[in-house]
Structure formats: C-alpha cells, structure tokens
Nanobody, 122 residues
Framework: QVQLIESGGGLVQAGGSLSLSCAASVRTFRSYAMGWFRQAPGKEREFVAAWSGGNTDLADSVKGRFTISKDNAKNTLYLQMNGLKPEDTAVYYC?????????????????WGQGTQVTVSS
C-alpha cells in the first residue's frame, strides 16, 4: 500500500508563492508516475500537473506559474506555485500511479493523499 502525505498548504495573498510537498512511502518511487490535482468548493477535482519518466505536464491555467518536480532520493514530489491567484484556492491532492505514461485524468491514478488546503486572498 502506498501512502502519500501532502504538506505546505496555507493562506497567502494574491501574487504570493507556496511550495507543496508530497512524501511517498514506496520503495520504487522512481518508477511511479505522479500528479497534482485540486478541488475548489463546489467544483469537480481538476488536473494541475503531472510527472512521468522525466516528462511534465501542466494545466493551461497554471502554465508559467507552477512547476512540478520529483526528488527520487527523498521519495518526494513537489509543486512550486508562484503568482498565486484567488482562483487557485482549492484543496490540492497528490496522486501516484505505478504505470508510466502521460496521465492527465484522475481515473489513471491509483493512490491519493488526503489533500492540503491552499487559500489565496485577494
């Protein structure tokens, strides 16, 4: 069983930055595809960023502002968020899949963290 624990959420003013981390309890972390998703109040969960085999994908709404990275030595996935906007307010979830490939849909991920709240004030 893979456990994912997110951290780094909080309250920030518009234009500010936050860095999210996702610690994974899996020995073969380097072979996992990883992703970040978010869910705003009253909305469906949506794709934010993905990492697989060194390749990354970002949602159009966060391109140029967010960066996803993965440290296999630390079994940790990161999401650096700059230029935050009020519309970025959501619970952010880390997800993992033992398969490789470009995965932009939440249905493709098997394991999920509990989420961390990000609130951006205007």
């Amino acid at each position: 069983q893979v456990q994912l624990i997110e951290s780094g959420g909080g309250l920030v003013q518009a234009g500010g930055s936050l860095s999210l981390s996702c610690a994974a309890s899996v020995r073969t972390f380097r072979s996992y595809a990883m992703g970040w998703f978010r869910q705003a109040p009253g909305k469906e969960r949506e794709f934010v960023a993905a990492w697989s085999g060194g390749n990354t994908d970002l949602a159009d709404s966060v391109k140029g502002r967010f960066t996803i990275s993965k440290d296999n030595a630390k079994n940790t996935l990161y999401l650096q968020m700059n230029g935050l906007k009020p519309e970025d307010t959501a619970v952010y979830y880390c997800a993992a899949s033992p398969r490789y490939g470009r995965m932009l849909s939440e249905d493709e991920y098997r394991y999920w963290g509990q989420g961390t709240q990000v609130t951006v004030s205007s």
